[in-house]
């Protein structure tokens, strides 16, 4: 099917209007699998293709093996400066404060990696989240995906982490992070966590790196 099928104009469902900017707004397309095809075909469109906070740390490597496929394809080099990738990320005053904040059962990245698991695991789809593709799916811990998939520390760990990261998985041109309730009890750690990560840890990153944003 496609757009154009879904559109029932006397029902409204489905118009696509023209935005009002010209040419249109930048375009983002997210991208949570292995190898996703998403990515190559955002490369290939000129379009930001954005690597979920939620999936391991190959996956994202892998990102950017489909993204330089588009950038190919399409006949440019590939940079990276429009690829996106997001995080978890937790910072606290010193490691064993941040790794507190992060892994407490009763914090929301604790629940968010809990109940992301529980959804893919009844959607048959616990690959997208796996650290190890090759664990069975039944011994996939929460703590095993935490691991991986939050970077956090204090701004001084975190600041390394995120540099070996990147050169890890590849030439990401924006660091997003990924938010989480921002409210109740955690809600002041998870201000502080993004207050330290712009003002002590993403200045010295873009020195390091460049241009990052």
């Not at 292995?34 to 996956?59: C, D, E, L, Q, R």
């Not at 309730?181 to 002590?200: F, T, V, Y």
């Amino acid at each position: 099917m496609t757009i154009e099928d879904a559109v029932i104009p006397e029902l409204g469902v489905g118009y696509m209007r023209k935005p009002f900017q010209q040419p249109h707004p930048p375009i983002a397309m997210s991208a949570m699998s292995p190898f996703s095809g998403s990515v190559k075909t955002a490369a290939m469109k000129g379009w930001s293709p954005v690597s979920a906070n939620f999936i391991p740390t190959y996956s994202v490597a892998s990102h950017w093996k489909k993204y330089c496929e588009g950038c190919e394809e399409a006949g440019r080099e590939p940079t990276g400066s429009d690829w996106r990738v997001a995080r978890n990320i937790v910072i606290g005053e010193s490691d064993a404060d941040a790794e507190a904040s992060a892994f407490s059962e009763t914090g929301s990245n604790h629940y968010y990696f809990s109940y992301l698991a529980e959804v893919l695991r009844r959607a048959d789809y616990m690959v997208a989240i796996k650290p190890d593709p090759n664990v069975p799916d039944d011994e996939v811990t929460t703590e095993a995906m935490m691991r991986d998939m939050v970077i956090h520390g204090s701004a001084d760990t975190v600041l390394d982490k995120l540099i070996a990261f990147r050169e890890e998985v590849g030439p990401f041109g924006t660091l997003m992070m990924a938010a989480m309730d921002w409210s109740g009890p955690n809600r002041e750690a998870e201000q502080r966590s993004m207050r330290l990560l712009a003002e002590k840890v993403m200045p010295r990153l873009r020195q390091h790196v460049g241009s990052l944003r």
